[in-house]
Every structure is written in C-alpha cells, then in structure tokens.
C-alpha cells in the first residue's frame, strides 16, 4: 500500500498592483464565526519606505483595505449549486464559497490535500480519506465524513455528476473524519475528479432542512450573502475559514454582460475588475493611467460542434467538408484581434498525453467541395448554428462567409447562455459554436466526448473510443496509456465531431489598486484578492 502526503505548494502566479481606490458597503446576516483572523493570515503591505529611508526611522503604515471588491462578470450567476453550475461564472464564485476533498496544483498539476488532508489507496480500487478537522461550513456546523458520504450520494442525480459518482460501488465512514469509497474499477485519475467544483463537499444539515437555499452552504473562504438573478451576488468573508481569514469582507459580482459596459464601469470605478474584456476594448484599459491590463493564454478550446444525432450532423463527410473549408487564422485575427492560438485537436495543449503528431483535416477548398458531393449535398445545405455571446456571434459570422464557399448555409441562431446550455443538452440544434476549458488530466476530455455525458454537446458516441477512455483510467502501463489516449485523439480527429477553432487568450481589466489574484492557464483565483485605499 501506498500512503500520499501532499505539500501545499505556493507556486502560483501572484499579479499584485498597487494604488489608490473607493470605499465599499456594508450587509448583515453574519453566519456563526468561531476565531478572529490571526495577522498572519493578512496579505502584505502594498506600501514600503521609501528607498533613502533608513528602515530603523520609519514603520510604514499598514495597508487600508477596501471593504467591497466589485467585479464584473460576461456571464450571470445562475445556479448556486455546485452539482448543477457549469459555466465558468458559477466555477469562479465557487471557488470563492466552496471547498473539495482535494485541489488540483495548477501549476504542477499535481493532487493536493483541501478538505482531505491525506489520502491511502487499500487496494487497486479502495481508497481511503483522512479528513481535516478544523473545517466548518458557513452555518457554524463541523465538516464531517457524513457531509461528504450525504455530497456524493446527493451526486447520484446530478447530470453533471451522475457519471462519476456511479463508479463509486460503495462508500462509508469509518468514523467521523474518514471516508472509504471502493470503485468499479481502477482509476488514475480519481483523485482529478475528486478536486472539481461539481463535487464540493456540502452540508448534509443545510441541504436537508432547506433544499433550495442549503446548496450555497460551503467551506470556503467567503459566503453567499444575497444573490439577485440576472443582477449580482453578494459574498461575505467568513472568519472561521480554516485557511484564515481573508483582508477582503466583501466580494460584489455584478452581471454586466457588454465588454464595452464592464471597461466603462471599470474606469470609471464602479467596478475593480472586469472579465472577459475584449481585444478593442483592451486598449481602452491598457492607455488608462488608473487601469491595469492582464493577459494570460488559456486552454479554453473554441470549436465548432455538430448534433450526431441529427441528419446533416450525423453525416461525417458534411463534417470532414466543412473542417477543410476553415481558415482558423483568419477567425482568430476577425473574432479574437489575433488573441488567440489555432487548435487543430481536441485536447489541451498541456493536458496529459497531448500529440501534436496528430493527423488533420488541412484547409483545401478543392477538396473540401468534392466531400459536399460525396455527402450527397451538391446542391448546398442548410445548417443552423446555435450561438451566444460576443465571442460566439464573431465565430459565427465568419464561418458563415467561409463555409459558404462550398455550399453551406450557416443559419445563425444566437439565444443566451442559459438556453445554449439546455437546448444542447437536450440536443435541439444542428450544430454549435461552444468552448471548454481543458485541464491536466486526460480524463477531463471525456465529458464533451464520451456517450451519454450532459456536456457531450455534439451526442457523439462512438464504443471505441468510450472503451479506449475506460482502458487507459485503469492502465498502470504509462507507454500502453498514452498510446490510448493518442489514439482517441486521432479518431476524432478523423470523424470530427468537433472542429478546435482555438485556444483563447484572456484579458482581464483591473484596478491599479488591486492584488491577491492568482492566474496559472486559465484559473482564476480570487480568493485572496484586495484593493488597497489612500
């Protein structure tokens, strides 16, 4: 047997900025709190002694901290339930309320201890969870094994969890703060799916007494204080956080769905950071003495996605004709200003057993017309697209002019992000344009791939490569499971369902005045964050 005990490392990337800013509000509701925040705990100074200043004469003053940081976010909080979000407004606020058994180190893309503080694998499909004893939800009640044996039977049900969860054959608590779940089979990559946001541990106690409101109980470093559909959600510090108490008290995120709206508010300070901020509107930030601009590279994939289970997408040579007929490079420089890198597979350019040997369609028109005959479409087709936001609505304009070069008629349905999300999910369009933020482990390509899963938007399913991702989550062999997991890549680089446009470039604005956040590809993390006052 083999006992894991991960290090909490520090390796993330801190952007801390410094100035001046605005004061903040205040809200009531306090949930019970049983320490004071130690000053350890308490981000260091914004502010030193001037560099001609012997250290000895002077103490700087400690840093004054806004009370509220205002973000503004693309997308509303629909869902404050963890097992049901899955847009990446709802992973970020819950990032911010919840907790896991495990955290994925982003930037070694290594497991770590959260709410389990070590782990030990009994046998091949037995693993064991030693829990921490100082965590507490937001209602006052200890975090204990029942908590996470009542999270993952709850996930039973879930559409985004349900396929996870049904690997589990049985599950226990020894005692209070152990858990043992045996598996149907091994699983490599357990412990990858243990530490996403759909399987925050919840407390049995809230949920059961109130199911509706009982889902925004977590164990994070901030609470739920009011949440207004469609408008903003307010969260509140929690001091009885077993990672310390944090320098901010409040957090606004207030949906502002216009890129040009949130740079406005940004700079004119209603707001301290603005997500999603669009190439035109980068430079509006950039030449703002009082803003900052932050720009990362991410493995957040755009494609282009067919309805396999609907005639024309079904069609494989439509599929093939189509993929030879995109110029990725004129969509990134048109819909992006040039932010943004060409995919041509459907993985994450560091997840896990990435080929860049990969095989792919090459833009060809010539050939790409001769496909359209051999699909039986010589005379054109019709195609209806469904599309949301700015980002969708650029794709989606210049395929139309390209795909119209071999007789594709992309009929543009632009609906917003809750009904892109349900109407692909029950599989009503012919075809999408849609994204999906890859992670380390090549497990996490599965749900948009495999048969059956909520987020496999193109219904594809294809027993080949189904058995190819069972295989390779229990083969120990590591050069037998990268050829599997090269070898999915290739088949779906061949039938096609999905066509990788690119990997997005980000920007987000900020205050001047503001630090704490944590960027490593495509997370963002603002548990820490502050904005330091005059």
């Known amino acids: 047997m083999k006992k894991h005990f991960l290090s909490v490392l520090s390796l993330l990337l801190i952007i801390t900025m410094v100035l001046g800013g605005c004061g903040g509000t205040s809200s009531t509701n306090t949930p019970e709190a049983a320490n004071t925040p130690a000053a350890a705990n308490t981000p260091a100074a914004a502010t030193t002694p001037a560099a001609n200043t012997p250290a000895a004469a002077t103490t ?22 963890p097992q049901t979000a899955s847009i990446s407004a709802h992973h970020r606020m819950s990032s911010q309320t919840m907790r896991s058994l495990c955290y994925q180190n982003e930037v070694t893309g290594e497991v770590e201890p959260s709410l389990a503080l070590s782990w030990e694998w009994l046998d091949d499909v037995t693993i064991e969870y030693k829990l921490r004893e100082d965590a507490y939800f937001h209602n006052g009640e200890q975090m204990k094994a029942s908590d996470v044996l009542f999270t993952m039977e709850r996930a039973r049900d879930g559409a985004a969890t349900a396929s996870t969860t049904g690997l589990i054959t049985a599950i226990e608590a020894p005692d209070d703060f152990t858990v043992r779940m045996t598996l149907k089979a091994p699983n490599l990559d357990w412990n990858y799916q243990m530490a996403r946001r759909p399987y925050s541990i919840l407390s049995e106690k809230a949920v059961t007494e109130d199911p509706v409101d009982g889902v925004k109980i977590g164990t994070g470093p901030y609470y739920v204080e009011e949440w207004v559909l469609n408008d903003y959600v307010l969260l509140k510090r929690f001091d009885n956080y077993y990672g310390g108490a944090t320098a901010t008290e409040e957090i606004k995120i207030r949906y502002i769905p216009e890129a040009s709206a949130r740079v406005i508010a940004l700079q004119n300070g209603e707001i301290d950071l603005a997500y999603n901020v669009s190439g035109i509107e980068a430079e509006h930030v950039k030449n703002d003495p009082n803003c900052e601009l ?9 494609y282009l996605g067919f309805n ?6 079904a069609n494989e040579l439509l599929r093939q004709a189509c993929a030879m007929a995109i110029n990725r490079e004129d969509i990134i420089i048109g819909a992006k200003e040039g932010f943004a890198a060409p995919a041509t597979i459907w993985w994450g350019f560091d997840t896990y057993a990435f080929n860049p040997d990969t095989v792919t369609y090459q833009y060809d028109l010539e050939k790409a017309k001769a496909l359209m005959v051999e699909a039986g479409y010589a005379g054109g087709v019709d195609l209806s697209l469904t599309l949301t936001g700015a980002d969708g609505v650029a794709i989606g304009q210049i395929l139309q002019s390209q795909l119209k070069a071999i007789g594709v008629n992309l009929i543009i349905n632009e609906v917003d992000g809750a009904a892109i999300h349900s109407e692909t999910t029950e599989g009503l369009h012919e075809a999408l344009i ?6 380390f482990s090549a497990d996490s390509v599965r749900d948009n791939i495999y048969s059956g899963r909520s987020s496999n938007r193109a219904h ?15 083969e120990f062999d590591v050069d037998k499971r990268l050829s599997m997991y ?42 820490d964050i502050f904005v330091t006052e005059n």
């Open 60 to 81: 700087p003053a400690a840093p004054n901290y806004k009370k509220q940081v205002v973000i503004g976010s693309e997308s509303p909080i629909t869902s404050l339930d």
């Open 294 to 302: 932050i720009t990362f590279d991410t493995m957040l994939e755009f």
């Open 308 to 313: 396999c289970k609907k005639e024309k997408g």
């Open 434 to 439: 849609w994204r999906r933020s890859h992670g």
């Open 460 to 474: 594809y399913s294809n027993p080949v490569v189904d058995k190819l991702f069972d295989d390779a989550m229990s």
């Open 486 to 527: 090269h070898e999915i890549q290739q088949i779906l680089a061949d039938e096609i369902p999905l066509i990788p446009l690119y990997y997005s470039q980000e920007h987000i604005g900020v205050n001047k005045n503001i630090g704490g956040i944590q960027i490593v590809s495509d997370v963002v993390d603002l548990c």
